[in-house]
């Protein structure tokens, strides 16, 4: 799909994905749990996000595919736990987002009367429409929205400052220290809008740069904002005020702002639930499309609409399962969402340690988890902990989710899915060298140019269907030519003694070796109307002449006359290619004839247009 989205854009759906029922109604069913120290727990959750985004920052820039966090796990423990994962997440952020729907539903109750049934299914409605209409527009309604709703906050704490009341805080912990911990994976769902960004990174410019700074940004921006609003609104509440609201921060508002200021805030936390509502759909949807492109459910969900180049019916149907989500008891909802979520970001940092253990030529991360391995074993850890805590009725809910996953793979996947993963080039290392082949290292290479924005040309699309020799050894010109002949004949459909003696006639008009390490080889045939190259690496060297005696990177193009435009091109984009800075050591280096292949079509050579 197109990529639209910039860094502002990736930072205000992160940041709309969060604000809204977890600071405008989520604390008055926190504050019951830990009292006082609510403030804490929100802390620790910002924190708790941080740690864990990092591998998710890092799984994103390397393969900014729809599907996010399914995308990586798919990759790296197979298509079974792939699946598992993408309908979580799927369910975690529809149920979210049917929080945030509440949530509008029961503001607009409040204002106007109007049946929360009836707001609800036009809500939906109405945000399913925007996001088929367009991610970018649904983007900019995003960005406006969430520019107010950050002003909006910052005025609350600036204006609340002065009313809050110490002694609201004393006791700190009336409920214990565990509850602190307890109630922090409980509001954990307050950031699940991360995951967000991961799934729509296939629509974001230059992913490697803005996905991780617009996670990083906008996850410590909101953990910032909604410390100081718990604090003001703890403050500012009497505590059995505070425990009994709907609206806590409207309410809180009201005492330090007046009338106005509960208005503001209920239109702010209406707007709130508007933008988490609408990032929700957004990012939800792409993974029934993720599901779909590997063949997992069935392919008309992977549909994109022509006219406005999104994925409609993944969209109705994330727009339908969110209504069902609605019938869900509020409290049971919030641990759903927040136990899918946890074991969401526990997958993703198994997924980085899996990735980069199975050393994979072309997993290529620009953005790195520092401190590797331990920052990925403590979030594991930590999210095993608040899984824990949220207590067995989340993990039940849970495992119910997961057996429904899995019954979709047993029953309709797992006929269908024909994509390698990591663990197995991991297991490779571990068991036996011959098990994968290369098809992960291709899939990934061909996310790499569609991340840095690579065009295709001819001589890329030759260079994937060429055959590359990787030659042991060293050899005298006429040694090289008789070993090269036979498979150059196949390809061509010659006799090989007759291509043998081509090359030879050819190499005694001038020597077609371009530097000490690199030759061009070139035959001129009459017999085909086709152009072909045969790449080959040559360990020990080839003496073509007595200045270049042990040329390593032979190209050999085959071809008729009549094509001289095609074979100056070739000829151009070979000579750039190994002018790169460090061609040849890497050329030496490169592990196998399938690295060979990646080194140039990932290589950042001049592209020529096709013609």
Known sequence: MDRKLNFLDVFS??????????????????????????FISYFIGGVIALLGIMSVAELSSAMPKAGGDYYFVSRSFGPLLGTVNGFLSWFALSLKSAF??????????????????????????????????GVKEAALLELILVAFLISIMIAYIIMGFPSVNISRFLPLAPRGYNSILSTAAFVFISFGGLLKIASVAEEVKNPGRNIPLGMFASVVVVTILYVLMIFVTTGVLESADFASSIFPISDAAQIFAGRPGYLIITTASFLAFITTANAGIMA???YPLALSRDKLIPASISGVSKRFNTPVVSIVVTGLFILLSLQIDLEILVKSASSVIIIAYILSNISVIILRESRLKNYRPVFKVPLYPYVPILSILVYLFLLVDLGMEAIEISLVFILVSTLVYIFYGRKRADKEFALLYLLKRIIDSRMPQHGLESELREVIRHREGIPDDKFDSMVRESRVLDLEGSFTLDNFFKQISIPLGEVVGMDSEQIESLLKKRENES??????????????????DLVHLLIVRCRGGVKFSEKEQSVKAIFLIVGNKGKRSLHLKLLASIATLVQEEDFE????????IDHVRDLILLSGRKRFPRG
């Not at 992160?14 to 600071?23: C, E, H, P, Q």
């Not at 509440?102 to 707001?119: A, D, E, K, P, R």
């Not at 050591?585 to 196998?592: F, L, M, P, V």
């Open 13 to 38: 759906i992160a940041s709309g994905a969060m604000i809204s029922s977890g600071i405008f109604v989520l604390p008055a069913i926190a504050y019951g749990y830990v009292g006082s120290s609510l």
């Open 100 to 133: 945030a729907i509440y949530g509008l539903s029961g503001v607009l109750f409040l204002l106007t009367g109007i049946n929360m049934s009836l707001i609800a299914v036009l809500a939906t409605l109405f945000f399913v429409l925007i996001n088929i209409v």
């Open 284 to 286: 939800a949807s792409r």
């Open 511 to 528: 020597s077609t070796a371009i530097s000490s390490f690199v030759s061009i080889p070139h035959v001129i045939l009459e017999e085909t």
């Open 585 to 592: 050591n890497q050329w030496i280096a490169a592990k196998n």
